[in-house]
């Protein structure tokens, strides 16, 4: 097992376009993690599953944002009409139980042009 | 709301000199975390601690839980080069799934 893998690692997109980022946890991990970070602070909290169950959303979350877990594996995390506001880091974290020893992959660099 | 304070933002220092930074807040946690991270990289943890007044030791990383668990401090002895990056604190609440990040300090060794 090679770790939290997440796909692409950098993305440019036009403001307006549609954009999906993939996330592969380790294989054992019921829990799957989606936090965005922007230069100079700290990873936030955007949304986490539980096996295939999403159990809480921020409210920063905004309806253009929605992320799915089918089947308990892999996670999508789709923003639909990019902003600049949305250039950022996105980064998937999984865990294995209430723990919370997050495995972070390496992050998918969004830059909205 | 920043639940989580980290100080010093910034923090520059030669090689072999020690050095503390702070990752405080006015909550309880169940659990506090540090996590270095490098530009690029998604953040690695370092260590938990859980129980108030935890002292733990990770080669010359010292970390202490406050005894109300609401702060901790991470100590580096004689840091080096390699110890340069992000260094981020997170929380665990009382009631919550997940983890709550600080924004970190960000330490450059020179050498």
């Known amino acids: 097992d090679t770790g939290v893998s997440q796909d692409p690692r950098h993305k440019i997109t036009k403001r307006g376009q549609n954009v999906t980022f993939r996330c592969d946890p380790i294989?054992?991990?019921?829990?799957l993690y989606w936090y965005r970070q922007t230069l100079g602070q700290g990873p936030e909290f955007l949304t986490y599953?539980?096996?295939?169950?999403?159990?809480?959303k921020s409210r920063l979350l905004s309806d253009r944002f929605s992320a799915e877990r089918p089947k308990g594996s892999f996670s999508t995390l789709e923003i639909q009409r990019t902003e600049q506001g949305d250039s950022a880091m996105y980064l998937c974290?999984?865990?294995?139980?209430?723990?919370?020893?997050?495995?972070f992959g390496s992050g998918t660099q969004l830059s909205v042009l | 709301t920043q639940l989580l304070e980290q100080s010093p933002q910034f923090l520059s220092i030669q090689e072999g000199e020690n050095l503390t930074v702070y990752c405080n807040s006015s909550?309880?946690?169940?659990?506090l975390q540090w996590y270095r991270q490098e530009p690029g990289e998604g953040p690695v943890l370092l260590v938990t601690?859980?129980?108030?007044?935890e002292v733990k030791k990770l080669k010359r990383l010292t970390f202490q839980f406050g005894d109300a668990r609401k702060d901790s401090s991470l100590h580096i002895t004689a840091a080096q080069p390699g110890d340069t990056g992000l260094y981020l604190c997170?929380?665990?609440?009382?009631?919550?799934?997940?983890?709550?990040f600080g924004d970190g300090t960000t330490l450059t060794v020179k050498p």
């Open positions: 974290a999984s865990s294995l139980g209430p723990e919370l020893k997050l495995f």
């Open positions: 294989s054992e991990h019921n829990r």
């Open positions: 599953f539980q096996n295939e169950a999403q159990l809480e």
């Open positions: 909550s309880v946690f169940s659990s």
């Open positions: 601690v859980v129980t108030g007044g």
């Open positions: 997170a929380a665990l609440g009382l009631n919550a799934g997940k983890s709550t």
